[in-house]
């Protein structure tokens, strides 16, 4: 199954990786980017695996990290719509397709 990034789920990625290498340290961020790196493989694996959410999209959460990998399912793609901490401006992804 393809990845797909949309622009700002880059986007949240980048400043995610950025705030807990300033913040944390290396190695933190380190462990975040494996941690994304584990889930997106597994969602590859087993795209249903996320709870279904609005607007077709699915949420899976990131373990040890309070973000959300909010994505949804194509014929032959994996898209991440969102890279969403989970308790900042709750469904703000919403409007993207």
Known sequence: MKL??????????RE???Y???????TVTQDFRQEIQRVIRQLREHPESGMRIRHEARRFPVHDFPFHVIY???TDALIVVALAHQSRR????AGRR
């Open 90 to 93: 709750p469904g703000y992804w």
């Open 4 to 13: 797909l990034w949309q622009d700002h789920a880059k986007t949240e990625f």
């Open 16 to 18: 995610a990786l950025q």
């Open 72 to 74: 949804r399912v194509a």
């Open 20 to 26: 807990y290498l300033d913040h944390a340290g290396e």
